[in-house]
């Protein structure tokens, strides 16, 4: 059966131990779900009955590309202006209840597992229906010659056949909601299934950041020199060539979703004075 782990804050009691699994490094942070309470929240413009728990951001000599939020709206919030920065894009996962998302004159339900990519300088907006979690990645679209924005997407986890990564019989499948051999895509938003027992069997070392939130199921990920056990609601935020591999445990399939910067040559730094 598929889940999708949503957080829902609150905030530990007194007596709860200190001790957790947060940590913050020079290559890599993890943000275990009992980060996730109601004081960590933000409140944004534009939005109405919404709290935000924004888990990664650019961050000068850490990941720089992008920034994800957790979102939850209440039933009628949401925004009729949701995207400050019109050079931005946007990925939406729908994890928990119902929304409607209307992209120019077209209205699309969304439920769990409903994904959409949504263009820079769309006309959207997005209003719950019942009380709604969902992620919401932005990132500024990268001009590149001969290249236009692509179209809007929306897709389905449930009707999006996974493609198995070669010579593992399905233990490891990736969800691909975007064609990815198409060049105007500077962002790919995935699921990553790997069944129990499954595992990323060498150490990934690559120029794309990643963000990670692992859905459902639990595993051991290394990350940089340390292996860290996750689990459904935990965050993995990765910089530029953190290396990376994981197994997957317990008794479901272990899931994220996953974020990163693609199909783009490396900027040179500054221009020539």
């Not at 009992?34 to 109405?48: A, K, N």
């Amino acid at each position: 059966m598929t889940t999708y782990y949503s957080p829902t804050g609150g905030l530990p009691p007194q007596t709860a131990l200190h001790t957790g699994r947060a940590t913050f490094t020079e290559a890599y942070a993890v943000l275990p779900r009992g980060t996730f309470s109601d004081i960590t929240t933000s409140l944004l413009p534009g939005w109405h009955d919404t709290r935000a728990w924004i888990i990664a951001r650019p961050l000068s000599g850490f990941a720089e590309t992008f920034a994800h939020y957790v979102m939850e709206i209440a039933p009628g919030g949401g925004s009729t202006t949701p995207e400050p920065d019109p050079t931005a894009q946007g990925a939406l996962f729908l994890t928990d209840g119902s929304a409607e998302l209307t992209l120019g004159s077209t209205t699309h339900s969304l439920t769990p597992g409903s994904f959409a990519w949504i263009p820079p300088g769309a006309d959207w907006q997005l209003h719950a229906k019942s009380t709604a979690r969902l992620h919401w990645v932005r990132k500024r679209w990268q001009p590149a010659p001969g290249l236009t924005p692509p179209e809007p997407v929306i897709a389905h986890d449930s009707t999006t056949a996974p493609t198995p990564m070669p010579d593992t019989n399905g233990a490891w499948a990736t969800t691909r909601f975007v064609d990815p051999t198409d060049l105007r895509h500077d962002m790919h938003m995935t699921l990553v299934t790997l069944q129990p027992g499954g595992v990323i069997p060498f150490e990934e070392t690559h120029v794309m950041e990643h963000g990670l939130f692992v859905l459902q199921g639990k595993g051991v990920y290394r990350l940089n020199r340390d292996w860290v056990e996750v689990e459904a609601g935990d965050y993995m935020w990765l910089r530029a060539f953190c290396p990376q591999a994981c197994y997957a445990g317990g008794p479901e399939p272990f899931r994220y979703l996953l974020y990163k910067d693609v199909n783009r040559h490396p900027a040179l730094g500054r221009p020539f004075a």
